[in-house]
């Protein structure tokens, strides 16, 4: 059938485009492995079995290992996911199961798999399918409701045990990339078709009966749903929509969801980084009214003003503001400053996107450097934000740049940048008279101060709480939780309900490495480069290290960890200590690689880059609130 073909091109690109990343669809897992994952699944969260149960599924690989498993062991394991004796039990149970009817060989029938206790059909059919590579539907709540919406099987009490239900199942079932459809159906269901669903993002949107009977019913007050025919589906006139170009891993786009903008789509060109940016505020957060014609994928702007100038065009009048600005790594004063950086030619797609989309404002940051010409012998030659300036009042906006310190705004870290605005009709320099003179109050609603040091962000994450063998990362350790100590601490714990900090783990350091960082805390200043002296006795190349002040700011945070000292612990920051530094929510989780090295450094955007690239989110908050006002 057409219909049905139509359907799994649908669902297969949708998958493609739209993964989700986890240990059991990246590992090459046994039968068993996949089984024991399916059964975690069926009453928590992918992203907590994903992050929390890959060393438990790796342990018990076979039947044998988890049937000699004590039940205390297995309840000390799984109790991480808040599960308790009576998930014990049935574990247990299980595997004893398995030991005595199949020999503790996992069967491959469907009819074996369904006679041991507690795995019911969806288990069975996932096992099937995902640890047997056999053809088997996956239905559940999520991937019933997709298929009875696009086709219109209702008034069914339990969509899974219906047999209209399951013989359309089986029906769509691809002869070949079965599993890759199967987990499209149920990325679907879990991002999109939803109870209340976001139909505007949906790629079946154009041929589902539930759209289309939704549609008819238009004049609904309670309806949500947009006419197919229009490409874009923007949020109602009241709220304030905006586009995040160069959006990194997404802090200037939490501070504009924490202050009430809606965002309509993202660019990122690094993986990485979008992957941080995609969990926390698409498939989490729901932030972002994705158009139908881009995919859901990190993309290079210029590759994106090429393949869709046309859906950038008719975005004209319908954006109230496009934020962002291009990498600063050619501009930095801290890095190596290189006019020839070919990051530095994004100005031009910049200004590209700008005059296509028309926007009624903008918002643009860059480093300090972006402001300084680059040398040319004996002279300077224009800097960058004089041409983007110049470019941007061509395009008929009113422009005001400055130098903005995020230390004065609650930020503890000094960190200059130059911030731009811009706006069609009105006057931009309002923008920097309002942020000074609502930031108390803004700080104040938050129960924090203006100036805030190192120790009141991080002292709760310090290694002497308490630590815990890593639970993704063999060979490292993991900090854990104390009770919030100061108001910046609460604040920034604020909605995550983790019993352990994300990415808080704990470099290896040499013998050798801990000595040095000893010394270095009992015998430099702080928030300084170390002395030459120390840095010829232990021979030291590294240009900057810096020992921080537990009772001041931190200086500047750059992409390097090592740049940086804990201030009474001989080690350099996690992850998550940075993140905290730039104003990172807590339930915020950096996701990818920790750090990486060489050549990949102009390719790799890992988890301490992320960080060191972003605007921290509490002054992205402030800024939202007062360029509303500015509309």
Request: glycine share 6%; hydrophobic share 35%.
């Amino acid at each position: 059938m057409i219909e049905n073909t139509y359907f799994r091109k649908k669902i297969l690109d949708f998958y493609r485009q739209n993964k989700r990343a986890f240990f059991w669809r990246l590992e090459d897992l046994e039968p068993f492995q996949i089984m024991m994952t399916e059964l975690f699944l069926k009453k928590t969260k992918a992203e907590t079995v994903d992050k929390y149960m890959y060393p438990f599924i790796k342990e018990y690989s076979s039947n044998i290992k988890l049937y000699r498993a004590n039940d205390s062991e297995i309840f000390n394991k799984i109790s991480r996911l808040g599960l308790g004796k009576q998930r014990t039990r049935g574990l247990k149970e299980i595997s004893n199961y398995i030991h005595k009817n199949f020999n503790d060989n996992l069967p491959d029938e469907i009819e074996n798999l369904l006679e041991i206790p507690h795995i019911g059909l969806y288990v069975t059919n996932a096992t099937i399918c995902f640890g047997f590579n056999k053809r088997a539907p996956i239905l559940d709540v999520n991937t019933s409701r997709i298929i009875s919406r696009y086709f219109h099987i209702d008034n069914i009490k339990d969509l899974r045990d219906n047999k209209e239900m399951q013989d359309k199942a089986k029906e769509l079932l691809p002869r070949k990339n079965f599993k890759e459809y199967n987990w499209g159906l149920l990325d679907l269901g879990a991002l999109i078709c939803k109870t209340k669903p976001s139909c505007d993002k949906c790629p079946l949107a154009k041929k589902c009966v539930f759209y289309q009977n939704s549609v008819k019913t238009k004049n609904d007050k309670q309806s949500l749903y947009i006419n197919p025919n229009i490409k874009y589906n923007m949020v109602k006139q009241s709220s304030f929509t905006y586009i995040d170009i160069f959006a990194g891993c997404g802090g200037l786009s939490l501070g504009l969801y924490k202050s009430g903008w809606h965002g309509l789509f993202a660019i990122e060109k690094s993986p990485m980084a979008f992957e941080t940016l995609k969990h926390n505020l698409i498939d989490k957060k729901k932030h972002f009214k994705w158009p139908i014609w881009l995919p859901q994928t990190s993309q290079d702007i210029n590759e994106i003003l090429v393949n869709y100038e046309k859906e950038l065009e008719e975005l004209r009048g319908k954006v109230d503001m496009v934020v962002g600005g291009p990498p600063c790594q050619g501009f930095s004063l801290a890095g190596r400053r290189n006019e020839a950086d070919s990051r530095n030619k994004l100005i031009d797609s910049y200004i590209k996107f700008v005059s296509l989309v028309k926007p009624k404002m903008l918002f643009f940051e860059n480093v300090k450097g972006f402001t300084i010409g680059f040398k040319k012998k004996d002279s300077r030659g224009e800097a960058y934000s004089n041409y983007v300036v110049e470019k941007l009042r061509k395009l008929g906006y009113e422009v005001e740049g400055r130098i903005i310190d995020y230390s004065e705004f609650g930020v503890p870290q000094r960190r200059k940048r130059f911030i731009l605005v811009g706006l069609k009709t009105g006057d931009p320099c309002k923008f920097f008279d309002l942020i000074v003179k609502n930031k108390v109050s803004f700080l104040k609603k938050k129960g924090l101060k203006a100036n805030n040091s190192v120790k009141s962000a991080i002292s709760d994450l310090e290694r002497i709480n308490g630590e815990i063998s890593s639970i993704s990362y063999k060979r490292f350790k993991e900090g854990v939780y104390s009770k919030p100590k100061t108001n910046y601490q609460k604040y920034i714990r604020i909605d995550c309900d983790y019993n352990l900090p994300d990415s808080h783990r704990f470099a290896n350091h040499t013998k050798k490495t801990i000595d040095k960082f000893n010394h270095i805390l009992e015998n430099c200043s702080r928030n300084k480069v170390i002395n030459e002296l120390t840095k010829g006795k232990f021979e030291l190349k590294k240009k900057c290290t810096i020992p921080l002040d537990m009772n001041q700011k931190s200086p500047t945070l750059t992409t390097l960890p090592d740049d940086y000292i804990h201030y009474s612990e001989p080690r350099i920051l996690t992850v998550r200590e940075y993140a905290r530094i730039q104003t990172f929510d807590d339930w915020f989780e950096f996701r990818e690689n920790y750090t990486t090295g060489g050549k990949l450094r102009k390719i790799e955007v890992p988890r301490y880059t992320q960080v060191g690239n972003a605007i921290p989110p509490l002054f992205g908050e402030l800024a939202g609130n007062v360029l509303k006002g500015l509309l």
